[in-house]
C-alpha cells in the first residue's frame, strides 16, 4: 500500500501536517513582554506565558493585589502563600472534596482546580470576607449554634459554598440541600449539624 504524503493530509481543522510540524517544532524568535513571549507560529503570533513568573492581578475581597508567579500556580497556592489568605483549606488538592471552596465571579469554584492566571479580571470571594470586624456572618454563627464542624478542615468552605446555595435557593428543601452542597465532603462526618445550620439561617432571611 502506497504510504501518503504527510505534507498532504489535513485534519478536520484544516491544518496541514507540515503547519503541524512547525508549530509543535518551532524555535521562532521570541520577544518578551511583560514576563509573556511571543512566538510566531504558522505564520499567526502567539502569545506564550512562562515558564517563569509573570505578573497577575488577583482582586480578592475587593482588593487588588499584584503578584509575581509561575502561569503553573493555582489559585489557591496563590492565596495562601504569596497572599496570606488562608481561609479555603488544601486537603485533597485533586478539587474533589470542597475544602478550598471559594467563589469566583459569583460562582463557586475549587480553587485547586483554577490557575491563578485564569483567575484575573474577576472578583474573588474567600470566607474571610463574611465576617464583618469581629462580628460573625449568620451562616458562620449557624455552624457554631447547631455544632456544624469537629476539625474544621471543611467548615470554610462549606460555609462559602452555603452563602452561594442560599442566593439561589433562599427557602430550600432537605432535598435541595442534599444536592446543592453535594460538592463539599466531611470527613468528620457532620452533615446533619451543617443541615440544621443552613436550616436555620434560611428561617432568619439571611
Known amino acids: 500500500m502506497q504510504e501518503d504524503d504527510p505534507t498532504k493530509l489535513e485534519d478536520s481543522s484544516g491544518v496541514s501536517r507540515r503547519d503541524f ?6 524555535s521562532a524568535a521570541v520577544v518578551p513582554i511583560l514576563g509573556t513571549k511571543l512566538v510566531e507560529a504558522a505564520g499567526v503570533p502567539v502569545r506564550v506565558y512562562g515558564p517563569g513568573k509573570v505578573p497577575i492581578e488577583l ?36 478539587h474533589e472534596c470542597g475544602a478550598c471552596t471559594v467563589l469566583l465571579d459569583g460562582k463557586i469554584v475549587y480553587a485547586c482546580a483554577v490557575l491563578a492566571i485564569e483567575a484575573q479580571g474577576k472578583p ?28 474544621g478542615f471543611c467548615t470554610s468552605g462549606f460555609v462559602v459554598a452555603t452563602r452561594a446555595f442560599l442566593e439561589k435557593h ?26 440544621l445550620a443552613l436550616a436555620q439561617v434560611a428561617r432568619k432571611g439571611a
Open 124 to 151: 474573588i470571594t474567600t470566607v474571610e470576607s463574611l465576617m464583618q470586624g469581629d462580628q460573625l456572618h449568620p451562616i458562620q454563627q449557624a455552624f457554631v449554634d447547631n455544632d456544624a464542624s469537629q476539625c
Open 21 to 26: 510540524l512547525k508549530i509543535s517544532g518551532i
Open 59 to 94: 482582586t480578592v475581597n475587593g482588593k487588588k493585589h499584584q503578584l509575581q508567579l509561575e502561569p503553573r500556580v493555582t489559585l489557591l497556592d496563590a492565596l495562601r502563600d504569596n497572599l496570606e489568605i488562608t481561609g479555603a483549606k488544601r486537603v485533597c488538592d485533586r
Open 170 to 195: 433562599p427557602d430550600p428543601t432537605p432535598e435541595d440541600v442534599r444536592r446543592g452542597l453535594s460538592g463539599n465532603f466531611c470527613r468528620c462526618g457532620t452533615y446533619h449539624g451543617i443541615q
